[in-house]
């Protein structure tokens, strides 16, 4: 199975998460006139048509809860702009499967179900992958599974240079394989430093390897990481395209072949394994070694508030076919992409598919990007940090000047 490009951001990595702040308390689906039989399912995957194994999977669940699952998919901002406006009417779905930072935006409007008046255990699902639907102590939906960033790397390019990509621990001596991969006359490395969403997501983990924290923006740590992408640019070790590289843009650059590194997804692995050269993978190491925790990608299923309270029964069956160890493996195998959200299921899928063992240790490492109680502040956090990123590496602002205007701006921004 092919992967499917990320959506600017959402799954793979980042879909900006729509500023909205209706005030949506109470609101319900009317539930009157609502077929007993047929439960509404809205996702983010309208490239998975009808005939799809996902739709199958979807299908499935609703068969083994004795209903018919009608089944809508369009992508990702629309979705969240849509199900705040039917949540506003009165009109929401059932189950919703969204982006993990656009649960708290709709948590925050009091919409949606809590998953313990779901009756739902979510003791299991490991508390990194969890948090991005938490609020307030409340876990707000289930991260169907999980993916993450990491560092692919060409074996021909490395070979060449005489690098061992086991050497790469840390930031230095990742910056010294560059040097060597440069030196050798080849590229070094390319990443998404574009001015959205996925430039934050792709930044977080130097960002975050380094110890900053994303309600100080302009802490050392943070001008640490952005000092380091800037150095790689003025080394030559990195392109100028960065600026306006997406994580599509960065991959087809790193399939030419002539890049060392490519900072990129899970949902690449299918396309590095068909390359027209060898490739394997480090993850991203934190500025003094160890693996540097990457944001989280993947989307949570989710229950809106109804008017029928009687329906929670078959959304709860729904949500329990989609979440058991069983269900997450199977997500994992319909996608392709995704590592299961528990220990459990993790296992049993490594148990399957070995080679994914990297991807299962950087999962295990990732981090919420509204983790740390963000919830709705994040999205606006993350518009002042690509903007940094973006000024600094343009040259138009030093890393400590570009910081200290993204706190600024994100402190306006708050409040």
């Known amino acids: 199975m092919k992967y499917r490009s990320p959506r600017p951001l959402a799954r793979s990595a ?19 006139d609502t077929d007993a039989d047929t439960f509404t399912w809205w996702d983010p995957y ?41 949540a506003q009417e009165g009109t929401s779905p059932d189950v919703i499967l969204l982006d993990n930072p656009a649960v708290s935006t709709l948590a925050d409007t009091e919409m949606l179900t809590t998953m313990d008046e ?7 699902v ?61 590229k070094g490395i390319t990443f998404a430093a574009i001015g959205t969403e996925e430039g934050s997501f792709q930044f977080l983990p130097w960002f975050w390897g380094a110890g900053a924290d994303l309600r100080e923006l302009d802490s050392p740590q943070a001008q640490a990481a952005l ?70 990608g993947g989307e949570f299923i989710i229950a809106p508030a109804q008017a029928d309270t009687d329906r929670y029964d078959v959304t709860r069956q729904i949500v329990e076919c989609m979440t058991t160890p069983e269900g ?15 220990a459990e299921g993790q296992d049993a899928l490594l148990a399957a598919e070995p080679d994914l063992e990297p991807w299962v240790a950087a999962v295990r490492e990732a981090k919420g990007r509204t983790s740390d109680n963000l919830g709705t502040d994040y999205p606006k956090i993350s518009e002042a940090l690509w903007t940094a990123v973006q000024n600094a590496l343009s040259g138009s602002a030093s890393p400590a000047d570009a910081l200290a205007q993204a706190q600024a701006d994100a402190e306006a921004a708050l409040g």
């Open 14 to 32: 980042a879909a900006g998460v729509a500023a909205v702040s209706l005030v949506l308390a109470g609101a319900c689906s009317s539930g009157d």
């Open 46 to 86: 309208p490239q998975h048509a009808a005939d799809s194994a996902w739709a199958e999977r979807v299908n499935a669940c609703g068969e083994a809860a004795g209903v018919t699952i009608d089944r809508t998919a369009s992508d990702t901002t629309d979705l969240t702009n849509r199900a705040l406006l039917a």
């Open 118 to 124: 779901l009756g739902l255990d979510v003791s299991g």
């Open 126 to 186: 490991d508390e990194n992958l969890l948090a991005a639907g938490v609020v307030d102590d409340q876990a707000y939906g289930i991260p169907i599974g999980a993916n993450t960033l990491a560092i692919y790397y060409n074996a021909d390019v490395l070979d060449a240079a005489g690098v061992d990509p086991a050497s790469i621990v840390d930031w230095d001596s990742l910056t010294a394989a560059l040097a060597q991969v440069t030196a050798s006359g080849d």
């Open 227 to 296: 000092e380091l992408w800037t150095g790689w640019l003025d080394a030559g070790y990195a392109p100028n395209s960065v600026l306006t590289n997406s994580q599509n843009t960065t991959w087809e650059e790193f399939l030419t072949g002539e890049f060392a590194f490519a900072v990129n997804g899970t949902w690449q692995v299918n396309s590095a394994a068909e390359a027209d050269f060898a490739t394997g993978l480090v993850q991203i190491p934190g500025q003094d070694g160890g693996i540097a925790p990457a944001p989280t």
């Open 328 to 342: 997450f493996v199977e997500t994992a195998t319909t996608f392709a992409y995704y590592v299961p959200p528990t």
